[in-house]
């Protein structure tokens, strides 16, 4: 059955013609109402003849288990997983549950379908995932011992007790290890735990931007600078902020100011005497104040 058809299982298809038990049974379809007030007699209609409207009406009847399955497996699942998707995959789950049911056996087609299309998309969130299934079995396992030793050690465990307790060798642990890095693979768009509803934060929007300045590092250099270049000529000051902060050599200095290179080194000779003449002042008037 195309996929377009299992997203909206409510459509009534044409009725099935040909043969006496379905020219017998359209009574009793023709007086079922959606959704049907004796839904034992559907199942007997379809039992007979398997006919496209019968099971429609059934997967009609029975499509609030699968939005109870869906929602309960949403729950454990990452924002980003759409409902509506374990919805549909669901609903071929509850078409083949219909298929093979029988009910002479006396058991609630509730509980043996919600098994099947639990099991259904269970099989389609496999199909989405890109680790292997061994991998990330074994992820979860070193993360589960892990979470035990650090209970019980009261600190992160070593390479070496993790390996331990998995009983396991070193080439092996270390295996497990890049595995389960491999598979810590966190969407961006995915909400941050904690939000408070209307503010909800997603994982870029608390990633850190290496690439930004620090605010407070900045403050400090400033005040550093003005610290530095107090009490200096126009000359001086430029001498101390071009080749401390932006990194030029004495020779480019010269070119931008217009003096020669020896100059430029002068000069910056005599700027460095006076800051550590200010400086040991300075610390001079600290230590009296801290005495003090």
């Given amino acids: 059955m195309p996929r377009k058809q299992a997203n909206d299982v409510s459509t009534t298809v044409a009725e099935p013609v040909g043969g006496s038990t379905v020219a017998a049974a359209r009574p009793i379809m023709a007086s079922i109402k959606s959704p049907p007030q004796d839904i034992a007699e559907v199942w007997r209609v379809y039992a007979r003849d398997h006919g496209e409207r019968a099971r429609n009406i059934l997967i009609e009847n029975y499509l609030p288990v699968v939005r109870y399955v869906a929602d309960r497996i949403h729950k454990k699942l990452p924002s980003e997983v759409d409902v509506n998707d374990l919805v549909s995959a669901g609903v071929f789950g509850l078409m083949a549950a219909i298929e093979a049911f029988d009910p002479a056996r006396g058991v609630k087609f509730e509980t043996y379908g919600a098994t099947r299309v639990h099991g259904a998309i269970l099989d389609e969130l496999r199909s989405w995932d890109w680790v292997p299934r061994l991998a990330r079995s074994r992820s979860h396992k070193l993360h589960n011992v892990t979470r035990e030793l650090e209970s019980e050690l009261g600190r992160a465990p070593t390479h070496e007790e993790a390996a331990a307790r998995l009983g396991v060798g070193a080439s092996d642990f270390a295996k497990m290890a890049r595995d389960s890095n491999a598979i810590s693979v966190i969407s961006l768009s995915r909400k941050k735990a904690?939000?408070?509803?209307?503010?909800?934060?997603?994982?870029?929007?608390?990633?850190?931007?290496?690439?930004?300045?620090?605010p407070l590092r900045e403050a400090h250099r400033k005040d550093l600078r003005d610290v530095i270049t107090r009490g200096l000529s126009r000359a001086e000051r430029l001498i101390v902020l071009l080749y401390y902060f932006e990194q030029m050599t004495m020779k480019e200095i010269g070119a931008t100011l217009d003096l020669s290179e020896s100059r430029v080194s002068q000069m910056h000779t005599l700027i460095l005497g006076r800051l550590k003449a200010q400086m040991s002042h300075r610390q001079a008037e600290l230590r009296q104040t801290a005495a003090a």
């Fill in 194 to 214: 904690g939000g408070d509803g209307e503010n909800d934060l997603s994982e870029i929007d608390v990633l850190e931007d290496r690439r930004s300045l620090d």
